[in-house]
């Protein structure tokens, strides 16, 4: 009997413009909807230094995190979008992407890292309650509302979410997350 394969995590490495025809004929699949409009190759060009990809010893891409150290909010980071290939999933390897990157945000003074999600993609929001990210009040809205707060999400195995009306535009509600570095 032989033991079984063990497959090798991909290679983390800084996201570059170049990886962008890869990642944006891909992302639309590996999202399972539409994704590739939220992802301008600008994040690839300017905010490479804090983005990761991940590559497999062949080359191919495998997982990819766009991330901000922000000019506007010291000490916090945010996270603008994380994915990784289908065959992929299950191997750690979006928290490995996450370590990184908290390791590079912390790095440079950041103290949090933020994320948003929609209440729609509950796999998300697990994702990020797994990986220690918490569910917040948005820090500027202040104490939850009925202007600010659409209603909850429910993500099975979790208590509801607060969901957070027009946060990217009208009818663009969002969880937020947070995670302490």
Known sequence: MTAPRIRALPRIRAL??????????????????????MLPRLFLRHFHATSLAAVTDQGVLA?????????????????????????????GLGRVLYRRFFELAG???????????????TRSQRF????????????????????????????????????WKDWDGPGEDRVRFSYAL
């Not at 790095?107 to 929609?118: E, K």
């Open 128 to 163: 990020h309650l797994a990986t220690g990210f918490e569910a917040i009040p948005l820090p500027s809205a202040g104490p939850p509302d009925t202007e600010n707060v659409t209603g909850t999400a429910k993500v099975t195995g979790t208590e509801s979410l607060p969901v």
């Open 63 to 91: 997982g990819f995190l766009v991330g901000i150290v922000s000019p506007s909010e010291p000490g916090e980071a945010h996270t603008h979008f994380i994915a990784v290939a289908p065959g992929h999933r299950r191997s």
């Open 107 to 121: 790095g440079q003074g950041c103290r949090t890292v933020t994320a948003v999600v929609s209440p729609g993609n």
């Open 16 to 37: 570059q413009e170049s990886d962008y025809p890869s990642l944006i004929a891909q992302v639309d699949e590996w999202w399972g909807r539409p994704a590739a409009h």
